[in-house]
């Protein structure tokens, strides 16, 4: 008879052996090929990678190329597409003149004047040539924030030297200027240039009402200290001083809020709500061609119509489906990337078809352009800011319609070019892009940058402008949020802007200008 003891062994060795089937199956689930599909992929040093974080994921794709880059020319090649880059080119003989002028004849302020202004407007090109050429070798996120960046450096350093100088109220009419000239000039002549080819152009209504939103903040921003000054003016109980310093106090709290709204602001383009600023984005209306042309001679001048238009990037074989999602930002980067696109009237599709993209310099030699080009662009608009009292004083001009006219030309001329001609290519969503993404980074940016620069360097600026800018500035904002609307442009509309346009030059053309509330 067995004991106790030998009993529980031999029920546990029974136990035993009805486990084992289970034990051989989950051995085989184990080594099967669930199991091998969970295991962590190690590389060839046998360590296991880490996972990619989302914020690192979306990094990495600042540095994806959107084509293939070819190989670097040789420096020879290089410097004749630097010579070659634009017939504004034939202007760089002005900047030997300009600096000559400046040393042999310091009393001709008009010569130097003329000669700066000419000598700076090829520079700006080149700065946009060069910065375009480095935007190749990264992918068009980045591109596009390089292109937002350095887009208004011609504006950003004739404003540090301004202010370096006291010339206040040079920097606060030049930046509004630039602003307004985008607006209406650059903006009304893409909109009557496409419409002298297209009945009816469409653009992406969400992004420009967004757009203006942002201006609006801003004009709000600048009107605001002008309404804080007229509050108090009237009360006996605070002197000048003490407003003056309110004044300032109040300027350097918003110019940090703008700057702040102006980082949202291209994190929102660029990586939250990338697909509004694509030119194929689903809120753009159909553009439609005329009849019969009527600004076309030999032809009929028959009415609207025919509904079209350009396919949109995402039908176009040069752009692979990695492209789609990629923002459209304003500048010249985004231009060249679809400058080989069909042509919307003829169908055709350009020649220019190539799986790499061409290089034109190095990255040496685009470094090297970008750094002498922004040298000779500093000394040659210090010529040009020296130059300017000397200009007024003459009684042949007036010093705000040179700031609020002049100046912007020096650094948008490349900038109208490039809107327009690609509005013609019936691509208005980035001819917006350019004009007004340019408006925004100089009213978000450009001038709270400039303040708090002022504020560093003990120069008092202020966002408290001159109550005629304010309000021009305001009524354009307007005009132009009217116009935007309806997300359909025409010529006539365009023709509005530039009337407009040249309405403001009339009035600074006569405008004497006011005595700056605070000076240096």
């Not at 009402?209 to 509050?231: C, E, G």
Request: net charge negative; charged share 10%; glycine share 6%.
């Amino acid at each position: 008879m067995d004991t106790p003891q030998k009993q529980g062994q031999i029920q546990e060795q029974e136990a035993f052996r009805d486990t084992t089937p289970l034990l051989r199956s989950s051995q085989l689930s184990f080594s099967g090929s669930s199991y091998g599909a969970n295991r962590p992929t190690r590389d060839s040093s046998g360590n296991v990678p880490r996972k990619r974080s989302i914020f690192r994921e979306r990094a990495a794709t600042l540095l994806q190329h959107l084509k293939k880059a070819g190989q670097p020319p040789i420096a020879r090649k290089s410097v004749q597409a630097i010579l070659l880059a634009s017939y504004l080119n034939v202007f760089l003989v002005c900047i030997p003149i300009s600096w000559a002028l400046n040393y042999a004849l310091p009393s001709h302020h008009t010569l130097i004047f003329v000669f700066s202004f000419l000598a700076i407007i090829p520079l700006a090109k080149l700065l946009a040539f060069a910065t375009d050429e480095l935007s190749l070798r990264v992918g068009q996120t980045l591109a596009g924030l390089m292109n937002a960046t350095l887009g208004n450096a011609i504006e950003l350093i004739i404003s540090i030297i301004g202010l370096t100088k006291c010339e206040l109220s040079i920097v606060q009419s030049s930046l509004v200027g630039s602003i307004l000239s985008n607006l209406l000039l650059v903006l009304g002549t893409c909109f009557f240039a496409g419409g002298l080819k297209f009945s009816e152009q469409g653009f992406a209504l969400i992004a420009a009402q967004m757009n203006t939103s942002l201006l609006t903040i801003s004009v709000i921003a600048v009107l605001l200290p002008s309404a804080f000054v007229m509050a108090l003016s009237g009360s006996s109980d605070e002197d000048s001083a003490f407003i003056h310093q309110q004044i300032l106090a109040m300027s350097h709290g918003v110019a940090i809020i703008l700057m702040s709204i102006y980082a949202f602001y291209l994190f929102f383009q660029l990586f939250s709500h990338k697909t509004l600023y694509q030119d194929d984005s689903q809120d753009i209306l159909k553009s439609k061609k005329y009849g019969g042309n009527p600004f076309e001679f030999g032809t009929s001048s028959g009415g609207l119509t025919s509904e079209c238009t350009a396919r949109p990037l995402s039908s176009s074989p040069l752009f692979s489906p990695q492209l789609q999602g990629q923002p459209s930002v304003a500048g010249n980067a985004t231009v060249n990337a679809i400058q080989s696109t069909s042509d919307p009237e003829s169908g055709n599709i350009a020649s220019t078809q190539r799986d790499e993209e061409e290089l034109q310099m190095s990255i040496a030699m685009s470094f090297g352009l970008l750094v002498i080009v922004t040298v000779l662009v500093a000394v040659t608009a210090d010529f040009l800011v020296d130059s300017i009292d000397g200009l007024a004083e003459t009684g042949m001009v007036s010093k705000e319609f040179i700031g609020v006219i002049l100046l912007p030309i020096v650094g948008n001329a490349a900038e109208h070019v490039t809107a327009v001609m690609v509005s013609v290519k019936d691509k208005l969503t980035l001819s917006i892009s350019v004009a007004v993404g340019s408006s925004i980074q100089i009213a978000l940016f450009v001038i709270p940058f400039s303040v708090t620069l002022g504020w560093i360097l003990d120069k008092p600026l202020s966002l408290l402008f001159d109550p005629l800018l304010s309000i021009v500035l305001f009524l354009s904002v307007l005009t132009v949020n009217y116009v935007i609307q309806d997300g359909k442009s025409n010529w006539l509309e365009g023709m509005i802007l530039l009337c407009l346009y040249l309405i403001i030059c009339i009035t600074f053309w006569y405008y004497p200008g006011t005595p700056s509330v605070l000076s240096c």
